[in-house]
């Protein structure tokens, strides 16, 4: 009886065994190792929190939702800006709470909570990377509500500061200026279990015009002077962003190495690179030689903003991203920035749905392209076009993993 017990029970294994086999065989086979991430900017208040007046109970529902909708996405990481002008989204001793955050700078959130901290845990118990987002130079944003606090940098080195336009800068020829936002960036990978460090497009400010049409040069005569170089000032500028970023990866990676470092510069090196291509010059212009930064390896992985259509004449997202990977000698990662907030955008390029699911598949056929980020969430949030469902339908269909960093091992 026994025997004829264990036989049967043999048999029902087998057939289970047969039957889960073959329910493997037709299961779709599991994605590509692929950076899928948003930006989610807290600067004038873009993606989050919506508005400067919120209660923090409002703030981390509205967080927690963006998160949500993130993993429901099958996105696996988050670029999340903590330091939208010389102030912060997180407690810091080095600089002042965002206005953005609480509607007055230097202003805790009241009841006390750490927005970064926050975020952290929420991402990671959703399975979700999150990087955090500064800007370098930055002091001063326009759309920022009432005075700066006593303990802002315009206020305790204003010798540091320089304004342009409607913004304050920090002035990157004044090497105390690179230093209070080295050790910003370093305070933040000590302190919190971020899983990247990343800064956007913003190195020396686009230029601007006064108001006969002139162009208006950059303040830092003082500095240069002091500088005591026998460099040009354009190549002086250059090698004072050059600096930072090589310190910044070396600073990085000295306190906690497997952290991800990276930038995220203006679509174009320089005009004529790849052949046809046009537009502005941040070589040029921002002095950002961001072709260099790649080539030396100072970073983990290259976010190019590249926001044309595929078909664009003068910029097409096809040329300039092959022509990025091609500057890749390091293999490093390469995910380029994808404007999703243009699509069904009537004000801003009104594109079809269709564009940006079209530059991902794009991407996904050139060679050391694996991966993207979109700017930014609030379009994803909104559905806008319909991509949002789309994309979690049809082009994230499966879960994909974060590739991996053979350099970092």
């Not at 048999?11 to 039957?19: E, I, K, P, R």
């Not at 065989?25 to 508005?51: K, Y």
């Not at 996904?364 to 980020?373: E, M």
């Amino acid at each position: 009886m026994k025997r004829l017990a264990t036989t049967l029970a043999l048999l029902v294994l087998a057939q289970f065994t047969f039957l889960s086999g073959r329910a493997a065989e037709v299961q779709d086979p599991p994605a590509l190792p692929e950076f899928r991430a948003a930006w989610v900017a807290t600067v004038a208040n873009i993606d989050w929190p919506s508005r400067k007046d919120l209660s923090v109970s409002q703030q981390q529902a509205e967080l927690v939702a963006l998160l949500d909708r993130a993993a429901d996405l099958n996105l696996n990481a988050i670029v999340f800006q903590v330091r939208p002008a010389a102030d912060a989204m997180y407690a810091s001793k080095l600089e002042p709470w965002s206005p953005f955050l609480t509607g007055e700078m230097g202003q805790a959130p009241d009841p006390h909570y750490d927005p970064l901290e926050f975020a952290v845990a929420e991402a990671h118990a959703r399975g979700l990377q999150l990087h955090a987002w500064f800007n370098p130079y930055r002091v001063r944003h326009p759309s920022a509500p009432g005075e700066p606090s006593d303990n802002h940098i315009s206020r305790t080195r204003p010798e540091l500061v320089r304004s342009y336009g409607k913004y304050l800068w920090l002035d990157p020829g004044e090497p105390a200026a690179a230093e209070h936002s080295l050790a910003v960036i370093a305070d933040v990978v000590r302190r919190y279990q971020v899983d990247g460090v990343h800064i956007d497009d913003y190195f020396y400010p686009y230029p601007i015009k006064d108001d006969q049409g002139r162009h208006v040069s950059f303040p830092d005569d003082d500095s240069y002077a002091r500088a005591k170089t026998s460099l040009s000032r354009d190549d002086w500028r250059r090698q004072n962003v050059d600096r930072f970023i090589e310190r910044m990866y070396r600073d990085v990676k000295a306190i906690r190495p497997r952290v991800l470092v990276g930038v995220s510069p203006f679509g174009i090196w320089r005009p004529g690179h790849p052949e046809g291509i046009a537009g502005f010059d941040q070589y040029a212009s921002l002095y950002a030689d961001a072709r260099k930064w790649l080539r030396e390896g100072w970073v983990d992985y290259f976010a190019p903003q590249l926001y044309w259509k595929i078909d664009s004449a003068g910029q097409s997202f096809p040329k300039l991203l092959a022509w990025w990977a091609e500057q890749n000698v390091h293999d490093r990662h390469i995910w380029p920035g994808l404007y999703t907030s243009r699509v069904a955008s009537p004000g801003n390029g009104n594109w079809p749905a269709e564009e940006i699911v079209n530059q991902i598949e794009t991407a996904r056929r050139i060679d050391g392209a694996n991966g993207h980020i979109h700017f930014s969430m609030k379009a994803l949030m909104d559905n806008r076009g319909g991509l949002a469902k789309r994309l979690q339908r049809e082009t994230y269909e499966n879960p994909a993993p974060v590739p991996a960093s053979p350099w970092l091992e």
